[in-house]
């Protein structure tokens, strides 16, 4: 019973871990693209675009969405 509540414990702690981690690279992106995106004119997409890529930002969806239901 020892042996399955330290296998509990210790993915309960990897989970913890993974989400803490996943939270501070989100705030870390939106410092980077912020800062990056400042000298950005506002119809330069190009620009944004550029951030985004620097920064690692979120990536799109590569499937659409009206194929995934049927």
């Known amino acids: 019973m020892a042996k399955w509540s ?4 210790i993915m309960m702690l990897v989970i913890v871990v993974v989400a803490v981690e996943a939270k ?3 705030k ?3 410092q ?5 995106s ?3 004119k506002i119809n330069k997409g190009s620009c944004f675009r550029s951030c ?3 920064c690692g930002g979120p990536n799109p969806s590569h ?3 009206r194929y995934m239901h049927g």
Do not use: D, T
């Open 38 to 40: 400042k000298s950005c």
């Open 6 to 9: 330290a296998i509990l414990v």
């Open 28 to 30: 870390a992106y939106i």
């Open 24 to 26: 501070l690279s989100e």
């Open 52 to 54: 985004k890529i620097k």
């Open 63 to 65: 499937s659409s969405s």
């Open 32 to 36: 980077c693209y912020s800062k990056c």
